[in-house]
């Protein structure tokens, strides 16, 4: 049986991809779009040691159009001296 996923650990996990086919980054912006609790996607991708991967997509964009991330994502990549992309 599988265990209920929320969508932040769906999001989580499609971000922690080392290589972001076409329909992958259409189900992350589509994620994106959405209403997220964005400390949960964080605490999900620090507790997995996953950060850095998470973070590579909005360092690389995931589009030819800009992400903004939300200010709560976007302070904890700036002050966590531990990602290294």
């Known amino acids: 049986m599988r265990a209920h996923m929320t969508p932040e650990d769906k999001l989580c996990l499609l971000l922690a991809r080392g290589h972001l086919t076409p329909d992958l980054r ?15 996607v964080l605490e999900r991708a620090y507790t997995h040691q996953v950060y850095p991967l998470v973070y590579r997509p909005f360092a690389r964009k995931l589009t030819d159009r800009d992400l903004l991330a939300p200010p709560v994502v976007a302070g904890f990549f700036n002050t966590s001296s531990v990602l290294c992309v």
């Open 26 to 40: 259409q189900r992350i912006l589509e994620f994106l779009a959405s209403a997220l609790q964005w400390p949960l």
